[in-house]
């Protein structure tokens, strides 16, 4: 049985940072593509990044393009995203999905993580 985990969120000033975690198991990690999605309340949920499995590309949404940066540790079978220059308008639930390659569609991740929570408050 698959299970990704996310871990990291929290409250942060703006201007700060956090460093979100996804752990899976149950999987062959290095096989999946890992990508991160937030959604705000009321907000469709967006793309935000993504790790390719094979060929190490990475990818980004301009919304966090500069100030996000994705990496993946396949011994622990993690990726992580650190978050920088966080802005008002990042707060969300945070979530990472995981499938042979990278969607621009979320509908295509067959698998989920139950999602860790962002705020940006001063």
């Known amino acids: 049985q698959v299970h990704l985990v996310e871990s990291g969120g929290g409250l942060v000033q703006p201007g700060g940072s956090l460093r979100l975690s996804c752990a899976a198991s149950?999987?062959?990690?290095?096989?999946?593509?890992i990508g991160w999605f937030r959604q705000a309340p009321g907000k469709e949920r967006e793309g935000l990044s993504c790790s390719h499995s094979f060929n190490g590309s990475t990818y980004y949404a301009d919304s966090v393009k500069g100030r996000f940066t994705i990496s993946r540790d396949n011994d622990k079978s993690t990726v992580y995203l650190q978050m920088n220059n966080l802005k008002p308008q990042d707060p969300a639930v945070y979530y990472c999905?995981?499938?042979?390659?990278?969607?621009?569609?979320?509908?295509?991740?067959?698998?989920w993580g139950q999602g860790t929570q962002v705020t940006v408050s001063s």
């Open positions: 149950g999987l062959t990690f290095n096989y999946y593509s």
């Open positions: 999905a995981a499938d042979v390659a990278c969607w621009g569609d979320s509908k295509k991740y067959d698998y």
